[in-house]
Every structure is written in structure tokens, then in C-alpha cells.
């Protein structure tokens, strides 16, 4: 689509240093490939527009800045990604932010997109190595997802915790590719809606989980082996 081939997915609110850096490790990553990547940002209203547009401009990337209403901040993070997605190019779609660093990756861009009809139906999930924890961490909070996975869900995510969502459903169809020699540092400094990581699992596994079971899976019977799911 446009000669994209991986559209970094990123809900912002004044990021500062974090973004500088984000964007620096990521491009100095991949070259020779930033014409095929994408950074789509969604931004606050009170958030300085310019300053993103000046360091989106020097990446040497495609992007496209989005500033829309904060919402709930932090408990609306999903409709900030499903907003993005819903103008992204990318064959893959990185559920990223605004705090990530590569820290190792021959290119990434080569690396991840090697993922490609692993499957015929190229219906699944990239999981990188996250914050040293290995490519395998069922808590993988950087999920990339194929755009034809995107295409029979019709959205990233329904929960505020799009990374659970996204990996529960894929660890149900059996469809996560791990890329071991792309590492990612996370820093998760700050949460804007004041939440730790361990109040959120349960907002998934409680409220989401039959719902996900009811409602999502179906749209994957073609290729889930119901047998054998998980607990």
C-alpha cells in the first residue's frame, strides 16, 4: 500500500526527550528502509503540533500528525489506536509509543517484515524482544499486527490494554511470530490516566475475556484449533 510496509502506530502527549529519542534510535535502525515506514502520531489538543512536525520532518520517515480530543487520556488509549490505524498504509501495524528505544537490530525493518507469509493467510502477530525479557513474554506490550488480522477484527483494540487484547487473541489462534533479533527498551516512565501496569491486567482478564471469546474468536474459526486453546 504506497510502497508502506510497517505503520508505527503511536498516542502521544507531550513527550519531550523520549520522543527525540525514540525517533533517532528507530531511524538510525533501518537504513536504507525508512522510505517503507510510517509514523502516525495522535496527539492532545494542548500538545505543540510543531514540535513533533519538526522531528517527523528530520526522521526521514512518512507521518501524519492526528490532534484530536484527549477523552478519558490513558482509558482511551484503544480509540486513540484504532483512530490511527484507521489511516495507516502498512502491510504491519506497531502497537508502539512514544518511549520505546531500539537497542538492537541489525534493521528492523528487514527483520520484521522477514515475518511475511510465514502463514498463507498472513493472519498473526510479531512479538519482538521487549525490555530484555525475550521475544517469547506472553506480556509483550509492543504488539505488531498483520494488516489482514487488522482487516477481520475491524479495530486494534476494544480495551484500554491494547496489548493484552491483542495477545490474547493471538495466543488463541496460535499466531504469534517471534523476531528475536530486533530488542526494544521500554521505558513506561509515566502512565497519563495515574495506573500501574498490574491494575490493568485485570480490567482484560475479568471484563474483556468472555467477550473477546464470544464475539472476536468466531471471526478467526477458520483457523483456530479450538482443542487446543489455552486456558
Known amino acids: 500500500m504506497n510502497g508502506i510496509k510497517i505503520s508505527l502506530l503511536i498516542p502521544s502527549h507531550k513527550a519531550g526527550s523520549d520522543f527525540k529519542r525514540m525517533l533517532k534510535s528507530f531511524s538510525k535502525t533501518c537504513e536504507g528502509r525508512r522510505h517503507e515506514v510510517e509514523i502516525l502520531v495522535k496527539i492532545d ?11 517527523l520532518t528530520y526522521s526521514g520517515f512518512k507521518w501524519q500528525i492526528i490532534q484530536t480530543p484527549r477523552l478519558k487520556g490513558y482509558n482511551s488509549l484503544h480509540i486513540f489506536y484504532n483512530d490511527l490505524a484507521k489511516i495507516s498504509s502498512g502491510d504491519l ?3 508502539a509509543s512514544d518511549d520505546l528505544f531500539i537497542t538492537r537490530a541489525a534493521n528492523w525493518v528487514d527483520s520484521i517484515w522477514s515475518t511475511r507469509n510465514t502463514f498463507p493467510d498472513n493472519v498473526y502477530v510479531v512479538h519482538v524482544d521487549i525490555d530484555g ?9 509492543i504488539p505488531i499486527m498483520s494488516r489482514e488480522m487488522y482487516n477481520r477484527l475491524g479495530h ?11 495477545n ?3 495466543s488463541r489462534i496460535k499466531r504469534i511470530v517471534k523476531v528475536h533479533d530486533v530488542a526494544v527498551l521500554h521505558r513506561f516512565t509515566k502512565l497519563a490516566g495515574g495506573l500501574l501496569p498490574s491494575q490493568i491486567v485485570p480490567f482484560v482478564r475479568n471484563d474483556m475475556k468472555g ?10 474459526k477458520d483457523i483456530r484449533d479450538t482443542s487446543q486453546d489455552p486456558d
Open 93 to 95: 501495524l506497531w502497537v
Open 133 to 141: 525479557k525475550g521475544a517469547g513474554s506472553k506480556n509483550n506490550v
Open 45 to 55: 489538543p494542548d500538545d505543540d503540533r510543531n514540535f513533533y512536525a519538526e522531528r
Open 168 to 170: 490474547f487473541i493471538a
Open 211 to 220: 467477550q473477546i471469546k464470544k464475539n472476536v474468536l468466531p471471526l478467526f
Open 156 to 166: 486494534i483494540s476494544q480495551s484500554r490494554a491494547n496489548d493484552k487484547y491483542v
